[in-house]
């Protein structure tokens, strides 16, 4: 999860690695689906890596698809989709903020799902972890999110 158009060159450089190690791990890549910022990122990481990947889309407009999503679910619910995002995820890796990504974390962390932080947002880092000292962890690279996530999974 994290920024589509305002993301950082730093968020699209840990989202693509993320991507990229999480096909490595042979897990399914879930995301926004969208051809911008993070989501897309990640998406071409995890192909890079000959991953899958599946993009749950705001709308239903397939011209926002971003080329590296390989099963496409169009909700037409906007914002409200972030809630399938998460449900849907065993983990939520956040790589950036933005309003969408901190809805995101905040339904994951109501759904009780264990979240990575990878931003450099150190105000979002201290609230989160307030919110729910034991499922938000804080890591400063994707492969240090990797890590968590498997001790998670395992």
Known sequence: MGP????????????????????????ILLTGGRNAGVMDAANKGAKSADGLTLGILPRNNRDSISHDVDIAIFTDLGNARNNINVLSSDVVIACGMGAGTASEISLALKANKPVILLNEDEASKVFFKKLSPENVSIVESALDAIAIAKAILS
């Open 4 to 27: 589509g158009e305002k993301a950082t060159v730093n968020d699209l450089q840990n989202a693509y690695e993320l991507g990229r190690l999480i096909a490595q791990q042979g897990w």
